[in-house]
């Protein structure tokens, strides 16, 4: 059974970069078939798409937090991770990670770790 | 940017019939899926590609679409299916998905 699971700091100050690592087991990051995304939640904006990574390198961003974001995979310890720059109190939420197909067989996004609550606060 | 609407909230009793709708302009040319989150948990896809069921959903969860509207359906509702649910699409570009607002269901 595929899991998911989000690491990271659940405290990060205003103007500094919000990090977070995703770790899978029970299945190889190196799939062409999928995609992994960062999705976010907050009470006022609900779920929010950032961005999703291919282990080949090709990457989908949300237009409205390209400029900010940095995604990366790590093949070699089945992980991959988002960079957040510039954080502000917009930016508090609940992270998750999670799975999805390419765009020809996208069929949603099926596997989701349980996320991380990220507070950005002085 | 592309949004998708769905209303706040949904009530019906147990054993009644819940539709959830969604709507969004490139609804005729990108499929939809459903997603179901109780609290403290994280979403679980009931609906993809507009009506099909992962395995595992029970048969009462079913999917439909309209033009620009997409239906979520939970017929014989029951107390378990309290929760939110969020439809989600993406836009005509497919590569840029969009999640609804989020509608809470209310099992009176």
């Known amino acids: 059974q595929l899991q998911l699971q989000e690491s990271g700091p659940g405290l990060v100050k205003p103007s500094e970069t919000l990090s977070l690592t995703c770790s899978v087991s029970g299945g190889s990051i190196n799939s062409n078939n999928f995609y992994w995304g960062w999705i976010r939640q907050t009470p006022g904006k609900g779920l929010e798409w950032i961005a999703s990574?291919?282990?080949?390198?090709?990457?989908y961003f949300n237009p409205s937090l390209k400029s900010r974001v940095t995604v990366s995979v790590d093949t070699s310890k089945n992980q991959f991770s988002l960079n957040l720059s510039s954080a502000t109190a917009a930016d508090t939420a609940l992270y998750f990670c999670a799975r999805h197909g390419d765009v020809l067989r996208f069929l949603g996004f099926d596997y989701w770790g349980q996320g991380t609550l990220v507070t950005v606060s002085s | 940017s592309y949004e998708l609407t769905q209303p706040p909230s949904v009530s019906v009793s147990p054993g009644q019939t819940a539709r959830i709708t969604c709507s969004g302009n490139a609804m005729p040319d990108q499929s939809a899926y459903w997603y179901q989150q109780k609290p403290g948990q994280a979403p679980v896809i009931v609906i993809y590609?507009?009506?099909e069921r992962p395995s595992g959903i029970p048969e009462r969860f079913s999917g439909s679409s309209s033009g620009t509207t997409v239906t979520l359906t939970i017929s014989g509702v029951q107390a378990e299916d309290e929760a939110d649910y969020y439809c989600q699409s993406s836009d005509s570009s497919s590569t840029y998905w969009v999640f609804g607002g989020g509608t809470k269901l209310t099992v009176l």
């Open positions: 590609k507009d009506s």
């Open positions: 990574i291919h282990y080949g390198g090709r990457i």
